[in-house]
């Protein structure tokens, strides 16, 4: 399989390249040539498989390169051992009413970026190899807060890897400090950022695009790479867990052979949603691709009127890792939408540089609302959402998934369409304590890690294992630096 970018149709890489690259020369998206389609037994042959062999068969299509012992070498130090605190990885749970929610949280860090931070490092590592790279790739991330662990439990000790993460000294919450600063591992450092998130991104964007710095790293034998949402290598692992959860509910005999289900996904890159959809184009019986979004709902609009645009205010909500303007894996839809018309992408692409906005023809957009349901929620209705599923069906949800559980509500509200529905659920309720607690009308709230205890004694469910341990961590990284001068722990790592 090779890739090529979705601003230029005719590049060619390998899929070692596409992944060690990230993005293509033209700042386009690298994207499998063709999408491989699954053989119509796929459901019934992977019902009976484990997570981990799930993944071999899945992936064994898009990486060629890779030797299927190499790719269950992976999947098993990625999903496998005591990584995942559950044996199904991505459990699906049953709810009232034909919904169903898909787990994405059991991972070391307990929210979903852990599905596809797990594997990366590995697919990273053996590409660097297989494209004989010598250097080694220093990993730099800005990070509002989840990103940043699940990239330091991915790429902990990882061969051929440094990783540095930045994060915004009093932009995160107490609890995803502890999760950072007490990282294990022999190639990580951690290091705050005196300003907000922005400052530390544009401050790593500043240590990628300097010339000096890259001809000092060269010199020491290392080169810059990122580990974003737009890397293939982070969209590839996600595809897995649609046709997971698919097999999960055929097994249970929840779904007969071949029976479509919708999805909802709560979107904030279009990254996760992205999956679902390669999923459903490779076979795996899906009908609606529900999006939702919070109070940043550019996406809820584009859908429905197929117009971007993010000049609009941006809001901080409870459901922090969707405050998102732009969406950077929308490019790869819009290449698919279009038919994959490389020249109409980057002119979409180069009016959003430019103005902040476009509009896409209408034979897109019909396509889009064909495949699409977009909906939003604000920060009220998400605690209302959190009550009512505690309330009604004892299931303790975060904001992030309540978003998605509030837009499955209205998609059935408006369109009377009862198909099976699986809600992606992307974080522990536990990593977001406070607004849960809030949620459930409980003002007197612990600090700190013991807010964890006061969760779980309010509503019996255990603290997940990994947040549980913070308490008696050793807090290893210290430093913070000023936004000038985020180069020398990056140099001083390198050493
Ligand atoms: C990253 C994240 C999302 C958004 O996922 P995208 O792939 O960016 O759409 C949603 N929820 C949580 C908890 C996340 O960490």
Redesign the pocket.
């Known amino acids: 399989m090779n890739y090529l970018s979705t601003r230029e149709k005719d590049l060619r890489m390998s899929a070692a390249q596409a992944i060690v690259k990230g993005l293509a020369p033209d700042g386009g998206l690298l994207t499998p040539a063709v999408l491989p389609r699954l053989p119509a037994s796929a459901m019934e042959t992977m019902k009976d498989m484990s997570y981990q062999q799930r993944v071999v068969y899945m992936l064994n299509s898009f990486l060629d390169g890779f030797s299927s012992s190499e790719l269950t070498a992976y999947a098993s130090s990625a999903y496998g051992g005591q990584k995942f605190s559950h044996p199904d990885v991505a459990p699906v749970h049953k709810l009232d009413h034909g919904a169903y929610c898909l787990e994405l949280w059991h991972g070391p860090t307990c929210?979903?970026?852990d599905m596809a931070l797990q594997m990366l490092p590995h697919l990273l590592s053996a590409s660097l190899n297989k494209c004989d790279e010598k250097k080694t790739a220093c990993i730099l991330v800005a990070t509002s807060g989840?990103t940043g662990k699940a990239a330091l439990e991915g790429f902990r000790d990882v061969d051929k890897t440094k990783i540095l993460v930045f994060y915004p000294k009093d932009g995160v919450s107490d609890i995803q400090e502890l999760q950072m600063v007490t990282q294990e591992g022999g190639n990580v450092g951690v290091c705050a950022v005196t300003g907000n998130f922005d400052d530390a991104q544009t401050g790593v964007k500043r240590i990628f695009s300097s010339q000096g710095m890259a001809v000092e790293l060269e010199e020491r034998g290392y080169f810059l790479s990122s580990a974003n949402?737009i890397n293939w290598g982070r969209v590839l692992p996600q595809i897995v867990y649609y046709a997971s959860a698919y097999c999960d509910l055929l097994k249970k005999g929840e779904v007969d052979r071949g029976q479509e289900i919708n999805i909802c996904v709560?979107?904030?890159?279009?990254?996760?949603?992205l999956a679902a959809y390669y999923a459903r184009e490779m076979g795996v019986p899906i009908k609606k691709l529900i999006c939702a979004s919070n109070q940043n709902n550019v996406l809820t609009d584009f859908i429905n009127t197929g117009i971007y645009d993010r000049n609009r205010t941006f809001y901080n909500t409870i459901s922090p890792?969707?405050d998102i303007l732009i969406s950077s894996n929308l490019e790869r839809m819009l290449f698919e939408l279009s038919g994959r018309d490389d020249k109409l992408v980057r002119d979409y692409m180069a009016q959003l540089g430019e103005h902040g906005s476009y509009r896409v023809g209408t034979a897109i957009r019909s396509k889009l609302q064909q495949l699409f349901y977009a909906g939003c929620c604000d920060d009220r209705q998400t605690m209302e959402t959190i009550a009512k599923m505690w309330k009604e069906q004892e299931y303790l949800i975060d904001p992030?998934t309540a978003v998605a559980f509030h837009v499955l509500e209205a998609y059935r509200a408006d369109t009377g369409d009862e198909t099976p529905a699986v809600v992606v659920s992307?974080?522990s309720p536990f990593k977001f304590c406070s607004s849960v607690l809030t949620a459930l009308g409980v003002r007197e709230q612990r600090s700190g890690v013991d807010i964890l205890e006061q969760l779980a004694e309010i509503t019996g469910v255990p603290v997940p294992a990994p947040l549980a341990r913070l308490k008696n961590r050793h807090r290893r990284f210290t430093q913070v630096v000023e936004k000038d001068d985020m180069a020398s722990p990056v140099l001083d790592m390198l050493k």
């Not at 709560?266 to 949603?273: L, V």
């Open positions: 929210a979903f970026k989840d949402s709560p979107t904030g890159n279009f990254g996760n949603i890792s969707m992030h992307t974080a």
